[in-house]
């Protein structure tokens, strides 16, 4: 298999530029929201933890 490099005008260049950022912002995009998930399902977990042993209370104290 040989390697050549092809030349692009800047349009096309443009074009695949534009594609490239595409991807990236959303792949940033979805890190960003399995980040969330994750830090909105951690901190649930510990309030069920913590409300199922009794160290925490939400209402009266009645």
């Known amino acids: 298999m040989e390697n050549k490099i092809t030349q692009i005008n800047e349009s096309e260049y443009n074009s695949i530029l534009r594609q490239v950022v595409a ?22 977990n510990i309030g069920k933890l913590l409300y199922e042993k009794k160290l925490i209370r939400f209402g009266n104290r009645t």
């Open 23 to 44: 991807v990236i912002e959303n792949s940033k995009a979805t890190i960003a929201k399995n980040i969330n998930i994750g830090i909105n399902n951690t901190h649930w």
